[in-house]
């Protein structure tokens, strides 16, 4: 069965530094893997997908994730944290059934 | 270009009580899939409607229920409400296979059980 874990539920970077958010997925299956991002009370907004093309996916706001099969893993990343980056963001995983399963998220929380 | 819209927006409902909740998908979108989401924790799939039929579900009871009209539109039906039932209501839309061409969350409806 599909599922995914996201280390750390609170992650706290300085404003201009590099953030990090880590994701390890299990899938029987080539998977599709996402990173959506959430603001308070608002829905969530795709960041990236990786479909199973290039390994090293860029998305919007300056996010990049790198899909790396041998370690199961599609951690997030951003060079340079901005104060408006503050937000949950979800892993999630997504086999052929067309079904998302997301992670339990991660607060990430920029320090000025 | 209007995209998900979800109402209400907030709700406040007693133990035992039922409660509908409607989503408007984005505009060209045909499939509709609801998720609910607790405080604290990453979205549930409750289950996808597409041509007016509930194409999967997940791990919720049958006091789920859902309904998809011929405009694409969707409501999603709770029975006999418990308080473990309070949580934001997701609603997705997308085109053909949401995997692959994407898709669209609205904002939600919270859901309070008192």
């Known amino acids: 069965a599909q599922s995914v874990t996201q280390l750390g539920s609170h992650v706290s970077v300085s404003e201009g530094a590099l953030v990090l958010l880590r994701c390890n997925y299990s899938s029987s299956v080539p998977p599709y893997l996402f990173w959506y991002v959430q603001y308070p009370n608002q829905g969530l907004q795709l960041l990236l997908k990786y479909t199973s093309a290039a390994t090293l996916v860029k998305g919007i706001n300056g996010f990049e994730a790198e899909f790396k099969k041998s370690e199961t893993s599609f951690h997030l990343t951003k060079p340079s944290a901005h104060m408006s980056d503050a937000a949950e963001y979800f892993c999630a995983v997504s086999e052929l059934d067309d079904k998302i399963i997301f992670g339990k998220g991660t607060r990430l929380h920029i320090l000025p | 270009d209007a995209g998900v819209t979800q109402s209400p927006t907030h709700l406040i409902k007693t133990r035992g009580q039922q409660v509908t909740l409607r989503c408007s998908p984005k505009s060209g979108h045909d499939t509709v899939s609801w998720y609910q989401q607790a405080l604290g924790q990453g979205p549930q799939f409750i289950f996808q409607y597409y041509e007016e039929e509930e194409r999967q579900r997940g791990n919720f009871p049958d006091r789920f229920s859902g309904h998809q009209f011929p405009n694409y539109s969707s409501e999603l039906n709770v029975n006999a409400l418990l308080l473990g039932d309070s949580a934001l209501y997701l609603c997705?839309?997308?085109?053909?296979?949401?995997?692959?061409?994407?898709?669209?969350f609205g904002s939600g409806t919270r859901l309070t059980v008192v």
């Open positions: 997705a839309s997308s085109s053909a296979t949401g995997v692959n061409y994407g898709y669209t």
